[in-house]
């Protein structure tokens, strides 16, 4: 199977790649990558052997063309991805998440090639904290960022060009991940490496808001269910229970890295901040057979924190960068 991934740089797309490379070696990878600031092409170095990597633009009609008329399926990471940039400058998250995917369903419809679409769970909006529901597939579409409106507009792309083109895809909406590579602007990343170079750990607003994290190998995993077993033209939801609020990530991280649990500061609130996002993944479950591997969130933490005191090479570049747009945010 040749398949081309978009986004292979990025912090899920290289953990899909590698996992990939690891576990389906009759798989013939390309990875079409931008290397925005987000891209780091040396998340790839493990695997650079195993894998083509194009750098270029998914908004590039002609490249695109040529890449998805030599492969049999598409899996589609690239992203703007960052909800607080989103908020700073809207105008690259409606570029790269909607006209980049309007252009690779154009070429898959050209082409009629296999397509699955990388979705975020913000579609749906959020939900309060004392609301049993969770999101399922028919929860209506609610996004409330300059972000998340883009990922629903390229949801509600994908599911036009399927009934109206016949393309061959299916969408999966998957909840907040964490583990290696991903970069430090993100919540975890950015209080693993604050905490190692002596900054107190920055919270949003009071704290509460809840996410439901999920390992970003149980998300890729998810990912290869469903482009083996699902159905076109469905949308799958990956979670997998993880529900913690914001206080309580921080606190674990201080306590895993041996320092008091209340060493954070209180800071700004993120404008129009989701409150609660909460994933049913009953039909990933039942009709594919899918089951996370990582149960257990606190371990998986510990082993994130151990992975970013061990890669500084990877992240240091990043970070002086990083803080510097959060200070100019008063974040
Ligand atoms: P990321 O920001 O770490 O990586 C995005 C990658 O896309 C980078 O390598 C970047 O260089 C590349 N890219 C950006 N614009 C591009 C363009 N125009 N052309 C080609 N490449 C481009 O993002 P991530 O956290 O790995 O997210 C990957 C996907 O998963 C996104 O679609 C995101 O919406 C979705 N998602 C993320 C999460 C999460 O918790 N991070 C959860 C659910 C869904
Ligand atoms: O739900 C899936 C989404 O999860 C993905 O679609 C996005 O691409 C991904 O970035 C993530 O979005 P969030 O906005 O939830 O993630 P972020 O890491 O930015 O923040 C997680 C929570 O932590 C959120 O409630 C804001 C808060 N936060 C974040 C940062 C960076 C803080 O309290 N302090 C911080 O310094």
Redesign the pocket.
């Known amino acids: 199977m040749r398949m081309l991934v978009?986004?292979?740089?990025?912090?899920?797309?290289?953990?899909f790649v590698h996992q990939t490379v690891r576990e389906r070696p009759d798989v013939e990878l390309t990875v079409?990558?931008?290397?925005?600031?987000?891209?780091?092409e040396s998340?790839l170095d493990p695997v650079a052997d195993a894998v083509t990597f194009v750098r270029?633009?998914?908004?590039?009609t002609d490249l695109v063309d040529s890449l998805v008329a030599d492969t049999d399926v598409v899996v589609?990471?690239?992203?703007?991805?960052?909800n607080d940039n989103s908020l700073h400058d809207p105008w690259?998250f409606v570029?790269?998440?909607v006209i980049?995917t309007y252009q690779l369903l154009e070429a898959v419809r050209r082409h009629d090639t296999r397509y699955h679409h990388?979705?975020?769970?913000?579609v749906y909006g959020d939900l309060e904290l004392d609301d049993p529901a969770k999101f399922t597939p028919d929860t209506p579409y609610n996004p409330s960022s300059p972000?998340s409106s883009t990922?629903a507009s390229?949801d509600l792309l994908v599911r036009a060009w399927v009934r109206s083109f016949g393309v061959q895809a299916t969408i999966?909406?998957?909840?907040?991940?964490?583990g290696p590579?991903?970069?430090v602007e993100?919540f975890i990343p950015r209080q693993i490496t604050n905490v190692i170079d002596g900054i107190r750990p920055k919270l949003y607003g009071k704290g509460e808001n809840v996410r439901d994290w999920?390992h970003?190998e149980d998300?890729n995993s998810a990912v290869w269910s469903i482009i083996e077993k699902g159905a076109i033209g469905e949308t799958y939801l990956?979670g997998a229970d993880g529900e913690t609020s914001n206080k309580d990530v921080v606190e674990a991280i201080l306590e895993i890295m041996g320092l008091d649990c209340d060493a954070y500061d209180h800071v700004s609130d993120r404008p129009g901040h989701d409150m609660r996002y909460a994933i049913d993944a009953t039909r990933l479950r039942t009709e594919l057979g899918w089951e996370p591997r990582y149960r257990n969130f606190r371990e998986g933490l510990a082993a994130t924190v151990a992975w970013y005191q061990a890669n500084e090479a990877w992240w240091r570049p990043q970070k002086d960068a990083t803080e510097a747009k959060y200070a100019q945010l008063g974040r």
């Open positions: 978009t986004g292979g740089a990025g912090f899920i797309g290289a953990n079409l990558d931008a290397l925005t600031y987000a891209g780091n998340s270029g633009d998914i908004a590039d589609h990471f690239a992203a703007e991805s960052h690259p570029r790269t998440n980049g990388i979705s975020t769970d913000e972000y990922k390229s999966s909406n998957c909840s907040n991940n964490y590579y991903q970069h993100k999920i970003v998300h990956i």
